[in-house]
């Protein structure tokens, strides 16, 4: 492990054994039930569920709303995500659910006061290809949550960037499989070392927030096991989280949160999974058709059209529709999640305890430091000269603070929110605000350059900023582009007029450098007449400290792309969200004739995902498209070459090489692994990766294995993953696109269970 993040997982795991000890005390029957065979969890559970009553059962397979609640527990209800009672007299402990992706949620600051760590949008984790800051993140997230009370985590997000414009895509991973999967592996990993529960999320297909609850997405089985599901499969197998949240939208045909398919046949039969699907908050749509589907909970029931899980439970049970022994499956997935987790026997604080936010705050910034990506560097025009005397900032409210994206995983920061928008209108409005957490990037530039003149421009007159640029010796243009979940963005266009004041202020000063904070791609008119472009992502409470240490070169740029930036939005599988137009004409329509009796609601509309597996850059090469940064890309203050490259086949693909450091800078190179079969229409697939620190003149060996299920294919006739044996290319390459070095080897035929 890396020095820089000893320290902080150090913090992180000592507060969380701290918090965890805290409130031990266990009721009655806690000691003795399950004691025989506390060796299994799930054995144990059934031990547990064999002594309920039926009422009992019920009572856990529903959770409340607590903002919609009051009155329906005799416990405290923390305003937050969920609420589920326990079973004192054996020992089944409360769970309190918080939304947690970038921290511990407090959306619109339904608990007066509490603040938490921010962490950098979930892009950004996934932009340093590193599972060890991933792995510190949800430490100190789970550590954060333990304290203030929470045991049940809703992070976890993995759906693949299927299209550049989902306002949720700052939430995930990116686009590519085998890195979503790894770095929400360890994420999850890092949340439940403190012995609570993470989620793993939206399983499956919630590729886009337009239409999210009546979406039908349509993909043949062989492209989603190897594509999206293969992202889900990889997390499970690497976090093993105790419990997944289905979707809101339908797959091919059948709800997220019904769908047999899904949640029986791949995620609990294929994937031996043990622990408990929960919906999402409102996205339960029946009792027996989904309890027989594999839903295990009903989550934040008074968000649904009405209460499945409680008395129309009892009553299908009673009928038959729903077995009994599917009801005691339910409760002992749930306590199944619980025991494995650690949670069940280390009840979290009876109150609220001190949390290190310094210390986690560093966790924050090194997160933000190691996802930023250097996209563009003409002429050395970063790091900033020591030399500059005068330097203007424009734009971006960069005096301020930093952006974040809107919705369930916007936290209330330590620091506060110097802005802070309600909206007025819109799918997000009422749990969603346009919100800055206090770091300013001037304000850092400022303390990292106290010898130069550095003023700021707002940039809402362009003019004036032009020509606050054409008298300095270096500007910063700071642009923004905000998204939230419920709403997509309609196009990749900066937002607001930005482009032209980007172009504008370029025009009359040629050392301009742009920094971007957004929740994905955007378009880049300007790029020819820029020589330096720094994507910041959403960088959390810590991104001004972090962009102004990348810009001084303090610390040496290493992040890498993981979603790709198209030259066009016609390059992309689809020109533009679906359903935008159709919807909002709907709403319009509805909201003019407020007696129609839902005349203008749409059931459901299909989405058909015709680019299957070749997510993102494989389409790109598939299609013999040339984006304007490619999958993987990100430039570095040094300089790395490979040597010595062997590659070998037989039973696994591997590639063997020295990384050099050339450069006069230690810094972090990420190689990775392209692989395909020799004669395939297949595009190259991302099948390893890695990231190397290096001191100036360093050499390090590293050997790059490629993923089986990277290199095999789904077969639905077997079922399972098959290698076809024969002639492989596999290239060692710095992004998706580079093809500078690619050898052979011979792979041998295999076939893999599922």
């Keep these: 492990m890396p020095k820089r993040l000893q320290g902080a997982l150090a913090a992180v795991s000592v507060f969380a054994l701290v918090g965890a000890a805290t409130g031990l005390a266990r009721e009655p029957e806690r000691a003795s039930v399950g004691k025989p065979v506390r060796g299994d969890a799930r054995m144990r559970a059934q031990a547990i569920v064999a002594r309920m009553t039926l009422d009992e059962k019920i009572g856990l397979v529903h959770g409340l709303f607590p903002p919609r609640a009051k009155g329906k527990t005799a416990n405290e209800l923390i305003p937050s995500a969920g609420?589920?009672?326990?079973?004192?007299?054996?020992?089944?402990?409360?769970?309190?659910?918080?939304d947690a992706s970038l921290g511990v949620a407090n959306q619109v600051e339904q608990r007066k006061g509490d603040v938490a760590t921010a962490l950098p949008s979930s892009l950004a984790t996934?932009?340093?290809?590193?599972?060890?800051i991933a792995r510190a993140g949800g430490a100190m997230i789970g550590a954060e949550a333990r304290a203030k009370r929470f045991n049940v985590l809703l992070a976890g997000g993995v759906n693949l960037t299927r299209d550049p414009w989902n306002g949720r895509n700052f939430e995930y991973l990116g686009e590519d499989p085998l890195l979503a999967g790894s770095m929400a592996g360890a994420h999850i990993a890092g949340v439940q070392s403190n012995r609570i529960v993470s989620t793993i999320k939206h399983y499956a297909l919630n590729a886009q927030e337009t239409g999210r609850m009546v979406l039908d997405a349509r993909i043949d089985e062989a492209s989603l096991r190897q594509s999206d599901l293969l992202a889900f499969q990889i997390a499970i197998e690497r976090g093993k989280p105790g419990s997944v949240m289905c979707s809101y939208n339908k797959v091919n045909g059948d709800w997220g949160c019904e769908n047999d398919f899904l949640l029986n046949h791949v995620l609990k039969r294929d994937w031996g999974y043990r622990g408990w699907v929960m919906s999402d908050w409102g996205g339960v749509h029946s009792t027996a058709k989904a309890a027989?589907?594999?839903?295990?909970q009903e989550s934040g029931q008074e968000l649904d059209s009405d209460i499945f899980f409680s008395d129309r439970l009892k009553a299908d049970i009673?009928?038959?529709?729903?077995?009994?022994?599917?009801l005691d499956d339910m409760v002992t997935r749930y306590l199944t999640g619980l025991i494995e987790t650690g949670l069940y026997d280390a009840p979290v604080p009876a109150i609220v305890q001190p949390i290190p936010y310094a210390q986690h705050a560093g966790v924050a910034q090194r997160a933000a430091e190691a996802g930023i990506v250097l996209l563009k560097n003409d002429r050395g025009t970063l790091p900033l000269a020591r030399t500059a005397k005068r330097?203007?900032?424009?734009?971006?409210?960069a005096d301020l603070g930093v952006l974040s994206g809107g919705g369930s995983s916007q936290v209330r920061s330590v620091g506060g929110a110097p802005v802070e928008i309600p909206l007025t209108s819109g799918a997000a409005m009422s749990f969603a605000r346009y919100t800055y957490h206090a770091s300013s990037p001037l304000?850092?530039?400022?303390a990292a350059l106290p010898l130069a003149q550095i003023d700021f421009v707002d940039g809402k007159d362009v003019a004036a900023a032009a020509a606050a640029a054409r008298t300095a010796d270096i500007a910063i243009v700071f642009a923004t582009q905000w998204t939230t979940e419920a709403q997509d963005v309609p196009n990749l266009s900066l937002p607001d007029g930005q482009d032209e004041l980007i172009a504008a202020v370029a025009a009359t000063q040629p050392r301009t450098i742009a920094v971007l904070e957004t929740g994905g791609p955007v378009l880049m008119p300007w790029l020819k007449s820029v020589p330096a472009v720094v994507q910041a992502w959403y960088p959390g409470q810590r991104g001004g400290e972090a962009i102004a240490n990348i810009l001084t070169g303090r610390v040496n740029p290493s992040g890498r792309l993981p979603i790709t930036f198209l030259a066009a939005a016609s390059q992309a599988p689809r020109p533009a969200p679906v359903g935008l137009d159709t919807l909002t004409s709907?709403?319009?329509?509805?909201?003019a004739d407020p007696g129609s009796g839902g005349k203008y609601q749409l059931r459901s509309f299909p989405v058909d995902y015709v680019e299957g597996a070749d997510v993102g850059y494989r389409w790109y090469e598939k299609k013999g498209q040339r984006p304007l940064f490619s999958f993987g890309h990100g430039l570095s203050y040094t300089s790395f070459a490979y040597r010595h490259v062997v590659v070998t086949g037989g039973k696994a693909l591997s590639v063997s090489f020295d990384v050099v450091n050339t450069g006069r800078r230690a810094g972090a190179d990420v190689p990775q692994m392209y692989v395909t079969r020799e004669g395939s229409e297949a595009p190259m697939r991302l099948a390893a990766f890695t990231r190397v620190t290096l001191k100036p003149g360093e050499v390090r060996h590293v050997t790059l294995t490629a993923e089986p299920r990277i290199v095999a294919d789904y077969d639905v006739k077997l079922p399972g993953w098959r290698i076809a044996g024969g002639r492989y290319r596999v290239a060692l390459a710095r992004d998706a696109a580079d093809r500078s070095t690619v050898s052979t080897a011979m792979l041998d035929r295999a076939t893999m269970k599922q």
């Design 126 to 132: 996934a932009a340093s290809f590193d599972p060890e």
């Design 391 to 397: 330097i203007v900032v424009i734009g971006g409210r």
């Design 83 to 98: 609420h589920i009672d326990g079973v004192p007299r054996l020992g089944v402990p409360l769970v309190r659910e918080s």
């Design 318 to 326: 009673a009928s038959g529709k729903v077995p009994m022994a599917r």
């Design 292 to 296: 027989n589907a594999g839903l295990d």
């Design 443 to 446: 304000k850092a530039l400022r």
């Design 586 to 591: 709907l709403e319009a329509q509805a909201a």
